[in-house]
């Protein structure tokens, strides 16, 4: 059975740095793309950039690039968030998300970690 | 970027019901384009991908149409349980970004 299993929530002040993580199990984790989703209160899905964690290979939406690091430990199946100095407006959920390339070269998120709630405040 | 445009923001039907949700694309994404459904408190689920595949699981009632720069998600005959917010996502670009949602109500 696939799963993506995040980390808890986390309260932080701004100015603080902040890694948050997702286990892969039940497939082969170097073979899929994996990505970051982030839904702050009451809001839509933003998608923030992906990783290959057989090549590391990374692509970040320009809205969140230079904001936040995506990366991978393939020896532990594990992908990676973080920012290095956060900010109130970084307050929200955090989704991991499975790519999967399932039609032609069209991609989707087929598996959802269940979300690291994030909270920025002072 | 790649920008999604869906309609409308918000809709209230009842049980039985069919219902249209419009997704459109600010350019041609061939049939790169990837419906889910959110419920409060829940992750996204993928209902639809490449246009008009149904994810394994998913009711039939639920279907996807068009190509190009506008497609829709059809819900044949609404269920209890269909009422969420419903959100459309191109894989055409690497950069691959949602629309703004559309949330069903229950009238």
């Known amino acids: 059975e696939v799963q993506l299993v995040q980390s808890g929530a986390e309260v932080k002040k701004p100015g603080e740095s902040l890694k948050i993580s997702c286990k892969g199990s039940?497939?082969?984790?170097?073979?899929?793309?994996i990505g970051w989703v982030r839904q702050m209160p009451g809001k839509g899905l933003e998608w923030m950039g992906i990783i290959y964690p057989g090549d590391s290979d990374t692509r970040y939406s320009p809205s969140f690039q230079g904001q936040v690091t995506i990366s991978a430990d393939k020896s532990i199946s594990t992908a990676y968030l973080q920012w290095s100095s956060l900010k109130a407006s970084d307050t929200a959920m955090y989704y991991c998300a499975r790519h999967r390339q399932g039609g032609g070269d069209c991609y989707e998120i087929d598996y959802w970690g269940q979300g690291t709630l994030v909270t920025v405040s002072s | 970027d790649i920008q999604m445009t869906q309609s409308p923001s918000s809709l209230s039907a009842s049980v039985g019901d069919r219902v249209t949700i419009t997704c459109r694309a600010s350019q041609s994404i061939r049939t790169y384009l990837n419906w889910y459904q959110q419920k409060p408190g829940k992750a996204p689920k993928l209902l639809i991908y490449a246009a008009s595949s149904l994810q394994s699981g998913v009711p039939s009632r639920f279907s996807g149409s068009g190509s190009g720069t506008d497609f829709t998600l059809t819900i044949s005959s609404l269920q209890p349980e269909d009422f969420a917010t419903y959100y459309c996502?191109?894989?055409?670009?690497?950069?691959?970004?949602f629309g703004q949602g559309t949330k069903l109500e229950i009238k």
């Open positions: 996502q191109q894989s055409h670009s690497t950069l691959y970004t």
């Open positions: 039940g497939y082969s984790f170097t073979s899929y793309w």
